[in-house]
Nanobody, 124 residues
Framework: QVQLAESGGGLVQAGGSLRLSCAASGRTFSAGAMGWFRQAPGKEREFVAAIDWSGVSTYYTDSVKGRFTISRDIAKNMVYLQMNSLKPDDTAVYYC?????????????????WGQGTQVTVSS
């Protein structure tokens, strides 16, 4: 069993930065890739970024490339999402998730554990 808890969300002006953290518990944390997803009001949950089990490979959706950075600290059971140059379109609830796979995947159905989410609001 893996439990995930996000933190670090908040209200920020456009152009600002936030760092989201995801604390994981459970002995199988390191066995899977990790991802960040987001869901804006009235929209479906969408993939944002993912990192493989080793922390070496990362992948981003086009809209955040060059602005967001995903990282993980296996020893601390933590995953992070550094978000820079934030835009109002980035406003959403952000979720971290653990994949059943060790490789990167963007498909929500391939993630078996999810956190409760943290709200990010970017004002214009």
């Amino acid at each position: 069993q893996v439990q995930l808890a996000e933190s670090g969300g908040g209200l920020v002006q456009a152009g600002g930065s936030l760092r989201l953290s995801c604390a994981a518990s459970g002995r199988t944390f390191s066995a899977g890739a990790m991802g960040w997803f987001r869901q804006a009001p009235g929209k479906e949950r969408e993939f944002v970024a993912a990192i493989d089990w080793s922390g070496v490979s990362t992948y981003y959706t086009d809209s955040v490339k060059g602005r967001f950075t995903i990282s993980r600290d296996i020893a601390k059971n933590m995953v992070y999402l550094q978000m820079n140059s934030l835009k109002p379109d980035d406003t959403a609830v952000y979720y971290c998730a653990r994949s059943r796979l060790v490789r990167i995947t963007t498909t929500p159905n391939e993630y078996d554990y999810w956190g409760q989410g943290t709200q990010v609001t970017v004002s214009s």
